[in-house]
């Protein structure tokens, strides 16, 4: 048993999906990469942080009820874009900080993938030199 | 328990604990035993592989993201072989001697630490790079700078071969940088100091130590066999950096009071700051870090130095997620950054303390003055490059994710001081300092002028943690030129008994 359950993962690839679109198109393969990384990171953190991202996770999942009538899950993308970016700039710092953990975490989990780097023009070289002399 | 009897012993083998390993190197030559204990792994040359969380995860406490107690600020520092050396850029600043003066440590003067910090200088090779050497990144931040009238000066590197591979803050692949794992460490062991990896040392005790040597399936084998350890020893030098050094010191329950110990926690917040040219330069080509500005450094309290990092650092640095995010972050090959640091004030409150199972927690709050210069710095910085021609900048604070170069006349407007929000605003620090600061009373420092712990002669601390305030440079030099200090005081204390 990992730090989140299938439920928390559903949710937590549905606010991935927002937070860097493109974990939207990945393989199965990859999501499991994803997966993988995010797992790794959270279980390396004390337990009273991981209950912390679990309890947040529940907050962003349930919050919009509150203005909404539905959780996150039922709002379109515009209304959890709108969501999230009140998250972003909530003027609660924990808010903040926590979104700040959750969206970290979705980085980590996409860009961590070594082959994303290239695919974004993230390209270095242990020769580097070599390349600075060839671009001039 | 395994029972061991040394001379010296030297908790941890960064900046401090490599240069009091080396200045003590004579002795272990002349017969004194002393070994260096150090938390991490010293990992063989193919271990280090450039790959951003993989060495992350290796050379770093809490893969270099461990947070304030508040949750508003990641902390950076290294463990293995070399502790931090090995993953800073190898900057190589002396420090100002009006930060000395500010100080104000009686016993410390600033021409002692400048010609300790020259010693340094010459054992690592600092030196400036040759101008073929600079990369666009670099070179833009010069130019954005010198536009500007802005002052802005080139950063002598500690490197030996280096070929320009951009990584150094993920460990040298190349093995160039000369850090303490290449030049320190390795000569003090051919002088008959032993270094042990992967040793945690769980608290100081009388006249020394009680340790923990664990398997790891990096690096090479530890110079002792897994197991615990009780070492006896003349004397203890806590160089283990400014989050675990106060740390151990405070789960050690020493027997003399020290009201001070972990106050005074400095880290010179920092910001990743990134834009976006027209076209691919060279930025993850070549030397990372070549060029700082102090314009501001007085006045407004923040330096910028150049800077790029890899995908998921540059991802979490950034205000914002979704589309706009990620069309940012799709053309890594145009993008500039800039590193912010605000020079903050010593303050009491911002402490280190430990947790229920003696781990250490920081708690730091950001002050306004340091939020205003965060802020003062982000404008500051979108100046710079525009200056260098850069299309589009992003600034955290900033009312919208990008802010275009035809907008350059509005940034007050653009970039308000409402937006500087710690946690929308990702705020990070690697210079970490204090906790154990030096000066004459113990109701506010930990150690005398000379790295000794009032009231404990056998006890001393050489590493950044000895900083009464903030370096408002780069410290690595500065926590070597003191831990020189602290060695020399330590091998008069053994030669004297």
Not at chain 2, 445 to 458: A, E, K, N, R
Request: aromatic share 8%.
């Amino acid at each position: 048993m990992g730090v989140l359950g299938k439920r928390e993962w559903d949710f937590l690839f549905r606010v991935a999906e927002r937070v860097v679109p493109e974990v939207a198109r990945l393989e199965p393969d990859d999501l499991g990469r994803f997966r993988a990384i995010v797992e790794e990171a959270l279980a390396e953190r004390p337990p009273a942080l991981q209950r912390q991202f679990r309890l947040f996770l529940a907050v962003v999942r349930y919050a919009p009820a509150a203005r909404y009538l539905v959780p996150f899950d039922w709002l379109d993308q515009t209304r959890q874009d709108a969501v999230l970016a009140w998250f972003q700039d909530c003027p609660v710092g924990l808010i903040r900080k926590g979104f700040w953990g959750l969206k970290s975490l979705v980085f980590m989990g996409y860009y961590g993938r070594a082959e994303v780097g290239v695919a974004i023009g993230y390209r270095p070289d242990p020769r580097g030199n070599e390349r600075l002399r060839v671009a001039r | 328990m395994i029972e061991k009897e040394l001379d010296v012993v030297i908790i941890g083998s960064g900046a401090g604990g490599g240069a009091v390993a080396s200045a003590l190197g004579p002795l272990a030559a002349a017969g004194a035993r002393i070994a260096v204990l150090e938390w991490g792994p010293k990992l063989r040359e193919h271990e280090f592989t450039g790959q951003e969380l993989e060495m992350a995860r290796r050379l770093y406490f809490d893969r270099g993201g461990m947070l304030t107690r508040d949750l508003g600020m990641t902390l950076a520092f290294g463990r293995g072989y070399g502790g931090s050396t090995v993953v800073y850029t190898g900057t190589s600043l002396t420090v100002p001697p009006r930060v000395i003066v500010k100080w104000n440590v009686p016993g410390l003067d600033s021409e002692d630490v400048l010609r300790r910090s020259e010693k340094v200088l010459e054992q690592n090779n600092v030196h400036l790079l040759d101008e073929a050497l600079l990369n666009d990144n670099n070179r833009l931040f010069r130019d954005g700078c010198r536009r500007l009238g802005w002052a802005v000066e080139q950063f002598p590197i500690n490197v030996k071969g280096c070929q320009g591979a951009g990584l150094c803050n993920l460990g040298c692949p190349n093995a160039a940088k000369q850090g303490t794992n290449r030049v320190q460490l390795p000569a003090a062991e051919r002088q008959g100091v032993k270094v042990v990896a992967n040793c945690r040392v769980e608290r100081v005790e009388e006249r020394g130590c009680v340790a923990t040597v664990v398997p790891s399936p990096l690096g090479e084998p530890s110079a002792w066999e897994p197991g615990e350890y009780r070492i006896r020893a003349k004397a203890v030098v806590v160089c283990a950096g400014a989050v675990n050094s106060p740390a151990l010191l405070l789960r050690s329950k020493l027997p003399v009071a020290l009201p001070a110990l972990g106050l005074y926690f400095t880290a010179h917040p920092a910001l990743i700051l990134v834009a976006q040219h027209a076209r691919a330069i060279t930025n993850h080509q070549g030397h990372p870090k070549s060029f700082y500005c102090d314009q501001f450094a007085r006045t407004d309290r923040f330096l910028l130095e150049t800077c790029m990092y890899f995908p998921f650092t540059t991802a979490k640095s950034l205000a914002g997620f979704g589309a706009e995010h990620s069309k940012l972050m799709s053309g890594m090959d145009r993008l500039q950054m800039i590193l912010v640091l605000a020079l903050d004030d010593a303050r009491p409150e911002n402490r280190v303390t430990i947790g229920s199972r003696g781990e250490p927690v920081v708690d730091y709050s950001l002050s306004e003055r340091v939020l205003d210069s965060l802020h003062e710095a982000m404008k500051a910085s979108a100046r710079i490059f525009f200056a260098a021609g850069a299309e589009r900048v992003h600034a955290p604070a900033g009312q919208r994710f990008l802010i275009e170069s035809s907008e350059r006349d509005r940034l007050d407007e653009l970039i308000p001081r409402s937006g500087v929000k710690p946690g929308k605003v990702p705020i990070a620090a690697a210079h970490l300092m204090g906790g154990c600061r030096m000066g004459s009373s113990l109701t506010d420092s930990v150690t005398d002028c000379w790295g000794q712990v009032h009231g404990l002669p056998w006890l001393y601390v050489a590493d950044a943690s000895l900083f009464p305030g903030c370096a408002e440079i780069n410290p690595y030099v500065t926590i070597m030129a003191l831990a020189d200090r602290v060695a020399e005081r330590v091998a008069a204390s053994l030669e004297k008994n």
